[in-house]
T-cell receptor, first 119, second 111 residues
Framework: DTGVSQDPRHKITKRGQNVTFRCDPI?????LYWYRQTLGQGPEFLTY????????KSRLLSDRFSAERPKGSFSTLEIQRTEQGDSAMYLC?????????????????FGPGTRLTVL | GENVEQHPSTLSVQEGDSAVIKCTYS??????FPWYKQELGKRPQLIID?????GEKKDQRIAVTLNKTAKHFSLHITETQPEDSAVYFC??????????FGAGTRLTVKP
């Protein structure tokens, strides 16, 4: 499978625990994005990386959230001291700076997501 | 920051009819406007996109129009089929950086 992969697919945790998610982008993609999606809503931008540099962070990303992409390949998103409001689907996407074969610019390819449930 | 509004939130059409979904954006610096389709339990997938130097783009039964002056863009699906039923999201960004999505439109195509 050469698409974006995320691990784990599901995570159930108790309030106050720390969790970490991993995203493996498409190999030649230099951009990597994290989003959060709750039921009935569109994906909410959290942060994105170009290579290993974290270029932008949303105000949604509180101090309890941290993301890394140390070698410019896979990325991790950690949530510390989880709260029930953190329950959501966490989506990762990656993109290339070049057009794809159909001519689309900078398409973001999404992973399957990690569904987090905080009890 | 960018704010994207999308409507309607739900849309039901008869098979073969057309469907139109509209979005507005707030940041005049936005120059890339993709549309994603998300089926139940699956990841969003790009169906069409448009950049700000183009007013209209068409791909078979799907077309997108952009009005930069009014800051709105629309998705048009013609000859709808039951397999078009899904949630559709519009989005806006500046050079594909921090993408802002609309809240989604649940399209139901009745056979």
């Amino acid at each position: 499978d050469t698409g974006v992969s995320q691990d784990p697919r599901h995570k159930i945790t108790k309030r106050g625990q720390n969790v970490t998610f991993r995203c493996d982008p498409i190999s030649e993609h230099n951009r990597l994005y994290w989003y959060r999606q709750t039921l009935g809503q569109g994906p909410e931008f959290l942060t994105y990386f170009q290579n290993e540099a974290q270029l932008e962070k949303s105000r949604l990303l509180s101090d309890r959230f941290s993301a890394e992409r140390p070698k410019g390949s896979f990325s991790t998103l950690e949530i510390q001291r989880t709260e029930q409001g953190d329950s959501a689907m966490y989506l990762c996407a990656s993109s290339s700076p070049w057009r794809n074969p159909s001519g689309a610019y900078n398409e973001q390819f999404f992973g399957p997501g990690t569904r987090l449930t905080v009890l | 920051g960018e704010n994207v509004e999308q409507h309607p939130s739900t849309l039901s059409v008869q098979e073969g009819d057309s469907a139109v979904i509209k979005c507005t954006y707030s940041d005049s610096a936005s120059n890339y406007f993709p549309w994603y389709k998300q089926e139940l339990g699956k990841r969003p997938q790009l169906i069409i996109d448009i950049r700000s130097n183009v007013g209209e783009k068409k791909d078979q039964r799907i077309a997108v129009t952009l009005n930069k002056t009014a800051k709105h863009f629309s998705l048009h699906i013609t000859e709808t089929q039951p397999e078009d039923s899904a949630v559709y999201f519009c989005a806006a960004s500046n050079n594909n950086n921090d993408m802002r999505f609309g809240a989604g439109t649940r399209l139901t195509v009745k056979p």
